[in-house]
């Protein structure tokens, strides 16, 4: 297999057209429009469609009609520009449609800055459009992780009936790391659940709609809520470190995760006691890697891009409050290894206040 | 007297359940006849509006997928791009394709996507109660214009063939359900737009003045007489573009 030195936003496309995607609409947004840039000659290569649409809603929606057709499609965006898609990702999910967005998270509220962050968290894991679902959340921490994951995403999607979101950040996205490049799948358009059009005498004709049509809304809700508690079963992903005999556990994802490593590392050659979660599933939650956590641990830490530690709640709810729970939340800043470990020393010594839900 | 009337197609699976006197029951027996005649049912992949005449779905046996409301611009030209054997076919309504999803159809018209659209006008948006649309005309009462459409307040009503004359598409006409020779002249115009896609000439895009008895406050027979007295007047008729 060949090793290619290049960007996150890179990798996630080729991984993703190597995965089978033959659809693509996006419109260029940073930190994300590399993977946009990417697409519109890649695709073309591989006898796949690349539309620039007029507007996020205009490409998330083309994804729909691609994906209801067949056809493995993808969008991705950042920022304002995931916000405007997530009407249209409410509809993939209510129709079913397995369908694959990647957000290459970026700081701020609105138009907010153009720099890395990691403050889509709870708009990623929480719902993000109208009605009570999640989206399957994959976040990579480095460039073969955005390419592996968007190279399986389609397959992911395909098992559950359910569309994947793949949440990036600016750092991940932009930063050059060598990547091993996987062999290109196969994929056959012509799927039984695929609109493909239906003769008169050819049996029933498919209507790839929303829930409020033609079947029982009851039933369809029991099917769905059972859908979501088996992939909440079955797809918790994480990495864990040093976590046994921890005395200060760390919790974070993506670029902050790397940071978060390299504390443990360096705290641990010093004899400081740090351990690390790293949450691969944002949802579902890994909440099976915290049942291991050794009842004297002295507290739990998430390192995240934001200004109110939004993973926190989902920190406490793993731990059921068990343990004093922390957030070092670092606003578009990356944190210093220096000043995670420090923070984690305090916590050692009990000289933090436990962190507020917002 | 001789019994002149033509048996359903099978298209038309069962009874629709549209409001009496309405004008998409009309369309739509006309447009599953173009497609029975020209022996493209399996071909065609009809994308939904959401509004009344997204109730197509309950009574013709065609593949249909359903975007957002107004999204069709951009599904048709994801469903062609994907599988150009296929046709891609819309039924929109006015509020749908001129309002909420206007950058959508004038930018799947301006890229001259090889698909066809189908947009009913009935002035107003007629399954949520009847509020004014961008098609509402002046002094015409809705449940969103109590007083009635004014240019002050509302701005002046839109006409697509103002926004798409001068586009390079391949047929852009208007017709009306309102009498046996509009609804000739609507079958005609189905067929032709679909004939565009067919033979690859690009966009396509028939507005159909269809009525809404329910929402107008009038009998069906007056609101027909609405269409062929006020609209048909209103309204530059026919086919603008033909390539």
Not at chain 1, 52 to 76: P, W
Not at chain 1, 200 to 221: A, H, L, M, S
Not at chain 1, 257 to 275: D, H, N, P, T
Not at chain 2, 214 to 240: C, F, H, Q, S
Request: glycine share 8%; hydrophobic share 40%.
């Amino acid at each position: 297999m060949e090793t290619k030195i290049i960007k996150g936003n890179e990798a996630l496309a080729e991984g993703a057209v190597r995965g089978g995607c033959r659809f693509y609409a996006g419109y260029p947004i940073t930190p994300q429009s590399e993977i946009l840039e990417w697409m519109s000659w890649r695709q073309k290569e591989v006898g796949g469609v690349f539309v620039q649409g007029e507007s996020e809603i205009a490409s998330v929606n083309m994804v729909f009609a691609a994906r209801a057709l067949g056809a493995r499609a993808m969008t991705s965006s950042s920022g304002p520009g995931f916000s405007l898609k997530q009407e249209g990702i409410a509809y993939w999910v209510s129709a079913g449609v397995p369908a694959v967005v990647a957000c290459v998270q970026r700081f701020g509220i609105g138009d907010g800055y153009i720099s890395a962050g990691q403050d889509n968290y709870w708009q990623a894991v929480k719902g993000g459009g109208n009605g009570d679902y999640h989206l399957i959340t994959l976040a990579p921490n480095s460039v073969q992780e955005c390419l592996d994951m968007a190279y399986e995403s389609f397959e992911l999607a395909e098992k559950w009936m359910h569309p994947v979101l793949i949440l990036s950040d600016g750092t991940i996205g932009q930063m050059m790391e060598p990547c091993t490049m996987p062999v290109m799948k196969e994929y056959d358009m012509d799927q039984p659940w695929a609109a493909k059009g239906t003769a008169i005498g050819e049996g029933e004709n498919k209507v790839i709609t929303d829930i409020t049509y033609f079947q029982d809304i009851d039933e369809w809700n029991a099917g769905y809520i059972e859908k979501m508690r088996k992939i909440q079963k079955d797809e918790q992903r994480w990495e864990e470190f040093n976590i046994d005999d921890a005395d200060v556990i760390l919790v974070a994802y993506g670029i902050s995760s790397r940071v978060a490593q390299r504390s443990v590392e360096i705290a641990r050659k010093k004899g400081i006691k740090l351990g690390l979660i790293r949450p691969i599933t944002l949802w579902p939650y890994p909440r099976k890697a915290f049942e291991k956590i050794n009842k004297n641990c002295k507290g739990i830490v998430t390192l995240e891009m934001n200004m109110m530690g939004q993973m926190l709640e989902d920190v406490k709810i793993a731990v059921s409050c068990k343990f004093p729970c922390y957030a070092l939340a670092t606003a578009q800043k990356v944190a210093p290894t220096d000043e995670v470990i420090a923070f984690c020393q305090k916590v050692m010594d009990g000289k933090v206040k436990e962190t507020e839900v917002f | 007297m001789s019994n002149r009337s033509k048996k359903a197609p099978k298209i038309m699976k069962c009874e629709n359940k549209f409001c009496a006197g309405c004008g998409h029951s009309l369309f739509d027996r006309i447009l599953g006849e173009v497609l029975t005649e020209m022996n493209i049912i399996g071909e065609t992949i009809v994308c939904s509006d959401i509004g009344c005449n997204h109730m197509f779905q309950y009574s013709m046996a065609v593949d249909v997928i359903v975007p957002p409301h107004g999204k069709m611009g951009a599904a048709l030209t994801a469903q062609k791009r994907v599988r150009p054997d296929k046709y891609a076919i819309t039924i929109a309504g006015d509020g749908g394709a001129y309002a909420i999803g206007l950058a959508e159809t004038v930018a799947a018209a301006t890229r001259n996507e090889n698909v066809t659209m189908f947009v009913m006008n009935n002035t107003l948006y007629a399954m949520t109660g009847g509020q004014a649309a961008p098609t509402t005309q002046l002094g015409q009462i809705s449940a969103s214009t109590p007083k009635g459409r004014t240019e002050k307040d509302h701005g002046l009503d839109f006409d697509v063939f103002n926004v798409m004359r001068n586009l390079d598409i391949a047929y852009l006409a208007r017709t009306s359900v309102a009498n046996p020779s509009e609804i000739r002249k609507t079958k005609n115009a189905v067929k032709k737009a679909i004939e565009k896609q067919r033979d690859n000439k690009g966009f396509s895009l028939v507005e159909v003045l269809v009525p809404c008895p329910t929402n107008w406050g009038l009998k069906p027979v007056d609101a027909m007489k609405r269409i062929e007295n006020e609209l048909m007047v209103r309204y530059e008729m026919g086919e603008i573009i033909d390539k």
